[in-house]
């Protein structure tokens, strides 16, 4: 739907291990957004990006680091992936409202 | 900080029944409110209002926002079991465009 793929969809990793997450648009929008979703706490923002080389934190950012390098992909990297980051993961692009990636079910063991 | 409360938590009602749930926002420079429906996969888009007091509508769904009281209502009249889901409601305000979620309201309609 609105062009957004991630991958992969399904993960399992080990505490310690190097995760990398994609999001990738063919919509040549400039906004691109990760959020974690968990019970309890919704859906809250991790990183975005304005365009190309542009990023920001959201207010769940410690643990994650982000990178753009092209218009139409957003990665997303757990550089030693913790238990505490066991969620699914959005990515989304904003036109006005923002839509949604199918998700990524990420489990540290 | 911005802020998002969504209520109720969850209900529970009858096919046919008509639903309202409340969003409430505290959102520095607030832009627009958005609804979401999500079901076992990725929320999708139902409304962006922006103006205060314009009813969206969308068959059995609408929503109004009041920004005299930082507040919008979505509806669902006649409710099916397929408006079984959870509903979200965000807020945007300054920078980037961010969106700043409820926790959401889980509805189950039971036949």
């Known amino acids: 739907d609105a062009g957004i793929t991630q991958s992969p969809r399904h993960k399992v990793t080990e505490t310690g291990t190097p995760v990398t997450l994609r999001c990738h648009q063919t919509?040549?929008?400039?906004?691109m957004y990760w959020y974690r979703q968990d019970p309890g706490h919704g859906l809250r923002l991790i990183h975005y990006?304005?365009?190309?080389?542009?990023?920001d934190k959201g207010e769940v950012s410690d643990g994650y680091s982000v990178s753009r390098s092209k218009t139409e992909d957003f990665l997303l990297t757990l550089e030693s992936a913790t238990s505490s980051q066991t969620s699914v993961y959005f990515c989304a692009i904003s036109s006005g409202p923002e839509f949604f990636g199918p998700g990524t079910r990420l489990t540290v063991l | 900080e911005d802020k998002v409360v969504q209520s109720p938590l969850s209900l529970v009602v009858h096919e046919g029944d008509t639903v309202t749930l409340n969003c409430s926002y505290e959102v520095t420079n607030f832009r627009s409110l958005l609804w979401y429906k999500q079901e076992k996969k990725a929320p999708t888009f139902l409304f962006m209002l922006t103006s205060s007091g314009i009813e969206k509508k969308s068959g059995r769904l609408s929503s109004i926002l009041d920004k005299k009281e930082l507040s919008s209502i979505l509806n669902i009249t006649a409710t099916q079991t397929g408006d079984s889901a959870i509903y979200l409601c965000?807020?945007?305000?300054?920078?980037?465009?961010?969106?700043?979620f409820g926790g959401g309201t889980r509805v189950l309609v039971k036949p």
């Open positions: 919509e040549n929008h400039r906004y």
């Open positions: 965000a807020a945007t305000g300054a920078a980037g465009n961010k969106l700043t």
């Open positions: 990006s304005y365009g190309v080389k542009d990023t």
